[in-house]
């Protein structure tokens, strides 16, 4: 099997709604994803002979992922009260609501199901909340 891994980072906040203790309140990370992906074999004819996919369209998948992230508030739909999301977008910030508690062991599933959707085959996702702090999820 060949693998090609490749990474990126992003810039945001977040919180945990309904979580006791300090990840209730709203913090930031520096996140970085490191993305694999895998095929048993090789193209084998015309530009792309003898490799996966093209490296430079790999990165640039993750890269529009994690930009898509960066430097906004991640909160999970239903969790912050109407008067807040309009303050907030009164201000001016960018707000992004996923359907899911923006935890790393979530955010490396749906990163994975986003590259799947863009065809790759992927073998894992592993999503670092810290330098120190991280999940994978590497499909059923």
């Not at 709203?26 to 490191?34: A, F, L, M, N, Q």
């Not at 530009?47 to 909160?75: E, P, T």
Request: proline share 2%; with cysteine; charged share 25%.
């Amino acid at each position: 099997m060949y693998t090609l891994k490749t990474e990126q980072s992003f810039d945001s906040a977040h919180f945990l709604h309904g979580y006791k203790g300090k990840c209730s309140n709203i913090h930031g990370h520096r996140w970085t994803i490191i993305a694999e992906i895998f095929s048993y074999n090789l193209m084998e004819d015309g530009q792309l002979r003898g490799m996966i996919v093209d490296f430079s369209d790999f990165k640039h998948d993750l890269k529009l992922i994690a930009d898509n992230f960066d430097h906004a508030l991640i909160y999970e739909k239903d969790t912050l009260k109407p008067k807040t999301l309009e303050a907030l977008t009164e201000e001016n910030f960018k707000l992004i609501k996923v359907e899911f508690r923006p935890t790393a062991e979530n955010f490396s599933k749906h990163i994975f199901d986003t590259l799947m959707d863009k065809g790759y085959n992927v073998k894992s996702v592993t999503v670092y909340e810290t330098p120190n702090n991280c999940a994978t999820y590497t499909g059923d």
